[in-house]
């Protein structure tokens, strides 16, 4: 069982930055490859962004390529996710996630799930 807890989320303008945390605890954070996902009211849960285990393979969808940043650090049981020039597109609740040994955006892939932080753009 892995725990994840997610923190950073908040009301940020247009135009602007949020750096989203996930610790995880329970189990050997480094044997996890991690991803970010989120969800807006209505919608379904879209993948946003993973990275492998060691860190050294990331993945993105068009929608946030180039404002988006996923890192971890393995030492703190911690997974990051840097959100830059962030759009009202962009509300939702965030979730990140972890699987054993996968990266990539299919949800069924993930195990552990954690509650989610809400982010929300203004225009």
């Known amino acids: 069982q892995v725990q994840l807890v997610e923190s950073g989320g908040g009301l940020v303008q247009a135009g602007g930055s949020l750096r989203l945390s996930c610790v995880g605890s329970?189990?050997?954070?480094?044997?996890?490859?991690m991803g970010w996902f989120r969800q807006a009211p209505g919608k379904e849960r879209d993948f946003v962004a993973g990275?492998?285990?060691?860190?050294?393979?990331?993945l993105y969808p068009d929608s946030v390529k180039g404002r988006f940043t996923i890192s971890r650090d393995n030492d703190k049981n911690t997974v990051y996710l840097q959100m830059g020039s962030l759009k009202p597109e962009d509300t939702a609740v965030y979730y990140c996630?972890?699987?054993?040994?996968?990266?990539?955006?299919?949800?069924?892939?993930?195990?552990?799930w954690g509650q989610g932080t809400q982010v929300t753009v203004s225009s």
């Open positions: 990275i492998s285990r060691s860190g050294d393979h990331t």
């Open positions: 996630a972890a699987s054993r040994t996968y990266n990539g955006p299919l949800i069924a892939n993930y195990e552990f």
């Open positions: 329970g189990r050997t954070f480094s044997n996890y490859a």
